[in-house]
C-alpha cells in the first residue's frame, strides 16, 4: 500500500471509537510508558504535548502549526526586527496570583537557561536582553534579525510553570498506576478570555497514554483510542498493516532530518572522501520506496537548498549523475583503501523496530555494491553510524547547523562551521547572514559529518470524529484544540 505527503486517506474514515464524538477523547502518542510525564528540557514527544497543553509561554502552536497568542495576547516587531513587545493578557497562575511581566521576564530568563548545553540554546543565542517595561508589558531584544523568533518561542520547552504548576491552557491529574494523564481544558475567564456559558458542553476531556506503536495500532484497531501520534518511519510498516478500515493514516509534510550520523573517524570511516562514498552509494528513492511512502523529499545535503532565499547550491549534491555512476567512483575510493587488515565494515545504530530492520537492509544492499559490509550494532557496542531523526524546530539553515554543533558532543563536527556561525548572531543585513550560512554549510559538508537520507517520518492514526486535528510541517499537534469545538 502507497501513502502521498502531506495526507491522505488510506480508507473511508469511520467514526467508530471509544468517544463515539461524545466523551473523553482517548489519544495515545508512542513512546515509553514513562515518558508522559518526562521533566527537564530534553522532552520525549509525548511530554512535549503534556507540556504545552500545561504551562504555556508566551506564544504556541495551533493544530496547523501556526504561532498563536498564549499568555501574550498580542505582540509588535520594530521595524528593525531587533525588538519584540508583548502584551500579556489578564491572567492568573493556578493559585490566584496575577501573571505579571516581571513574572515572564523571570521565567524566560530561567527557561533560555536551562536550555543552554542543547541545540535548542544554540538556537535562541541571538536573545541580548530580557525586560519588564510595564506590569503587563515584557520586551526580548535580539542580537540580529531572526524571522522564526515567535517559532522558537513557541517550543514546548520554553513553557511557564509557578510552584511546579502552569497556567494552562488544560489542568492535568495523572494516574500513575496505569501511567495515564487526564486533562482538562481550563474555562476562558480563567485565562483572561471572555466567558462562554456553554463551556463544559462543548470542551471534552482528553485522556492521553504513552504506547509502544504495537500497542497504540491495537488499540486503535480495537477502539480503544480515538488518535494514535508520534509515529515515525522506526514504526511505520506497523501503521501499514493497521486496520485502516476504522481509521486513517495522515503523514505530516515534515522538514528536519532523516540520516545518519557519523560516531568515529576511524576504519574505513577516517577519511571524508571514504564518509562520502558511503552517502554516494545510496538511491534514496529506492530505499524509502521499500515503505510505500510517495512524495517523501529526498535530500544529499546537510541543509536542503530550499532552506536559503537564494540558491547558492543545487538540489543534488552530485550534479545528476545516475546512482551507477556514483557507485563506481564510490567503489574506487573503498578499494583503494581496502587490504589486508583493512576491512571496510561499518556499524550501525538503530532503535528497535520494524522500520528500522527494513532500512537498514536498504542500506546493506547498497553498500555492498561499493565492497562495505554493513552490520548492526548491538546494545552497548560503539557504532560508527547512527540514525538521526530530527524534526526541525524553524525553516532557518541556522537550525540545521546548529545541530551538528562540536559542543553538543553528538559525534564529529566542524569547528569552522561552528565559529562561522557565530559570526551570523550579531549579523543584521540578511543577505550577507546567508552567505555566511552558506559558508557554514560547506565546511560542515567538507567534513562529511553527516550521511542525509531526507525529511522525517510522522504519521497519525486519525478517527474520524476528531475535531481540529491538521497535519503540519512540524509533527507536533497539541492537545488543547483537539478538547475545542469547531466552531
Not at 509557578?162 to 495515564?180: E, I, T, V
Not at 483510542?225 to 478500515?245: C, H, N, Q, R
Not at 476504522?246 to 550520523?261: E, F, Y
Request: charged residues 25%.
Amino acid at each position: 500500500m502507497r501513502f502521498w505527503l502531506p495526507l491522505i486517506a488510506a480508507l473511508t474514515l469511520s467514526a467508530c471509537g471509544p468517544s463515539n464524538g461524545g466523551g473523553p477523547l482517548e489519544v495515545a502518542i508512542i513512546g515509553a510508558p514513562d515518558s508522559l510525564f518526562q521533566q527537564g528540557i530534553r522532552l520525549s514527544p509525548a511530554a512535549q504535548h503534556i507540556r504545552a497543553a500545561t504551562q504555556e509561554g508566551l506564544v504556541a502552536l495551533d493544530q496547523a502549526g501556526q504561532v498563536v497568542p498564549a499568555i501574550a495576547e498580542r505582540w509588535i516587531v520594530t521595524d528593525d526586527g531587533l525588538s519584540y513587545i508583548f502584551r500579556l493578557r489578564d491572567s492568573q497562575w493556578p493559585g490566584g496570583e496575577e501573571i505579571s511581566a516581571e513574572d515572564v521576564r523571570a521565567q524566560l530568563r530561567q527557561a533560555i537557561g536551562r536550555t543552554q548545553g542543547t541545540s535548542l540554546g544554540l538556537d535562541l543565542a541571538k536573545v541580548r536582553d530580557i525586560r519588564a517595561m510595564t506590569g503587563r508589558v515584557i520586551e526580548v531584544r535580539l542580537t540580529a534579525p531572526m524571522p522564526d523568533f515567535l517559532r522558537v518561542l513557541a517550543q514546548p520547552e520554553l513553557g511557564f510553570a509557578k510552584n511546579g504548576s502552569g497556567a494552562g491552557p488544560m489542568a492535568l491529574s495523572r494516574d500513575d498506576k496505569d501511567k495515564s494523564a487526564r486533562l482538562a481544558a481550563l474555562p476562558p475567564e480563567s485565562r483572561g478570555l471572555p466567558a462562554r456559558e456553554d463551556w463544559e458542553d462543548v470542551a471534552r476531556p482528553v485522556e492521553v497514554r504513552a504506547l509502544s506503536a504495537e500497542a497504540a495500532v491495537a488499540a486503535f484497531s480495537r477502539g480503544d483510542v480515538d488518535l494514535v501520534m508520534g509515529g515515525t518511519i522506526v514504526d511505520f510498516p506497523k501503521a501499514e498493516a493497521g486496520p485502516l478500515s476504522r481509521g486513517t493514516i495522515q503523514v505530516d509534510p515534515t522538514i528536519g532530518l532523516l540520516g545518519l550520523i557519523v560516531k568515529r573517524e576511524t576504519g574505513v570511516l577516517a577519511d571524508p572522501a571514504r564518509r562520502e562514498a558511503l552517502s554516494m552509494a545510496i538511491d534514496r528513492q529506492a530505499l524509502i520506496q521499500s515503505f510505500g511512502l510517495s512524495g517523501w523529499r529526498e535530500s544529499t545535503w546537510v541543509v536542503p537548498p530550499y532552506a536559503f532565499s537564494a540558491p547558492f547550491y543545487g538540489p543534488d549534491r552530485w550534479n545528476g549523475a545516475s546512482i551507477e555512476e556514483r557507485r563506481r567512483v564510490a567503489a574506487a575510493r573503498i578499494a583503494a583503501w581496502a587490504g589486508p587488515g583493512r576491512e571496510p565494515v561499518v556499524r550501525v545504530a538503530l532503535p528497535r523496530g520494524a522500520g528500522s530492520d527494513l532500512l537498514l537492509r536498504q542500506l546493506a544492499e547498497a553498500w555492498s555494491t561499493i565492497g562495505v559490509t554493513t552490520r548492526r550494532a548491538r546494545p552497548g557496542e560503539a557504532a560508527d553510524l547512527e540514525l538521526r531523526d530530527t524534526l526541525a524546530r524553524f525553516t532557518s539553515p541556522r537550525w540545521y547547523l546548529n545541530q551538528f554543533n562540536c559542543g553538543l558532543a553528538t559525534g564529529l563536527c566542524a569547528p569552522k562551521a561552528d565559529a562561522i556561525v557565530r559570526q551570523t548572531l550579531s549579523e543584521r543585513d540578511m543577505a550577507r547572514r546567508e552567505e555566511l550560512l552558506a559558508e557554514a554549510h560547506k565546511a560542515l559538508v567538507e567534513r562529511e559529518v553527516y550521511i542525509p537520507l531526507g525529511v522525517p517520518v510522522r504519521w497519525s492514526l486519525v478517527r474520524g470524529s476528531i475535531r481540529n486535528y491538521q497535519p503540519n510541517g512540524w509533527g507536533f499537534h497539541p492537545l488543547f484544540p483537539l478538547s475545542q469545538p469547531t466552531t
